[in-house]
């Protein structure tokens, strides 16, 4: 009875180093964190100074896992594309490295800029990847509210793989902030 118990653990032991080994041998996929690149090349001047104030996200982006649709009813996430910070940081951050590039060495109460992303996502179709992004911005300036938008784009990614789709979403990002730079400059040339 002794000897049966010893080989049933010497046999447990060899399975268990055996998955071992193999687990090792493939190893675990590497984690690939990403933010966004704005084009600041063609920025449209702004009138004045910029603040960044508070940025916010929907739920179901709220994750650093990047999202991806495969249908209108389904969203999902990769477990091993990450954004490097949180996703609305992220929106956050090239937002401010995009508007500071376009500012006006001018004077006066700076445009306090805040926003709330509503989408940020990979969208899979059988004609190819796209990064879909949505974000409402809202512009105070003298705590009065000057612009209060929605902007989308939808911008094709080059291959069928993540990164490809964040270099898509930075994409959408540059067009929105150009329309949001021209929005601001049209709301100073009306001004009295």
């Keep these: 009875m002794m000897m049966h118990a010893l080989r049933i653990v010497a046999v447990t032991l060899a399975v268990g180093l055996m998955a071992t080994a193999c687990s090792s041998v493939r190893g675990t996929p590497e984690i690939r964190y990403y933010v966004l690149a704005v084009s600041t090349t063609n920025s449209v ?8 104030d508070a940025f ?3 739920d179901p982006y709220a994750t650093r896992q990047l999202a991806y649709r495969t249908s209108p009813y389904r969203l999902a996430y990769y477990n091993y594309h990450r954004w490097a910070g ?3 940081g992220v929106v ?7 508007l500071k590039h376009g500012r006006k060495d001018v004077e006066g109460a700076p445009f306090e800029v805040g926003a709330r992303v509503r989408r940020l996502e990979e969208v899979d179709a059988d004609a190819g990847w796209s990064g879909a992004l949505t974000i409402d911005f809202k512009v105070h300036r003298s705590g009065v509210l000057v612009l209060e938008h ?4 939808t911008e094709p990614a ?3 793989n ?3 789709v964040v270099a898509a979403l930075s994409r959408a990002l ?14 100073e040339s009306d001004a009295p």
């Design 45 to 52: 001047p702004l009138p004045g100074p910029v603040r960044i």
């Design 56 to 58: 916010s996200i929907d």
């Design 86 to 88: 949180s996703p609305e």
């Design 92 to 98: 956050a951050a090239a937002v401010r490295e995009y």
């Design 150 to 153: 929605a902007y989308s784009e």
């Design 158 to 160: 080059d291959d069928r």
């Design 162 to 164: 993540p990164e490809d």
């Design 174 to 187: 540059s067009a929105i902030l150009h329309a949001l730079a021209a929005d601001l400059a049209e709301l």
